[in-house]
């Protein structure tokens, strides 16, 4: 790799992957924040951890959105 070429991320990436605080997937999806913990714990939505943080990647949201769509079109 020369020194022109961005180091790659974990998913091939040149960028970090945005995380996403609890209030901001409330914001987003228009729901509280129980309902986005249900989602979180039944794992509908995918997040980590770090500290005592909760984040959820917003590459989670979209694919929850995707496949929610997917799901009330079939």
């Known amino acids: 790799m ?3 070429e961005p180091a ?4 091939g990436l040149s960028t970090p992957e945005e995380l996403l605080t609890v209030p901001q997937v409330m914001a987003r ?3 509280g924040r129980s309902a986005v913990y249900d989602l979180l714990r039944t794992r ?3 997040s980590i ?3 005592r943080a909760r984040r959820i990647p ?3 949201l979209t694919d929850f959105i995707r496949t929610r769509l997917e799901q ?3």
């Open 2 to 4: 020369n020194a022109q």
């Open 8 to 11: 790659p991320t974990r998913q």
């Open 29 to 31: 999806l228009q729901l």
């Open 58 to 60: 917003a590459r989670s």
């Open 44 to 46: 509908q939505l995918a």
């Open 49 to 51: 951890t770090l500290d």
């Open 72 to 74: 009330e079109a079939a």
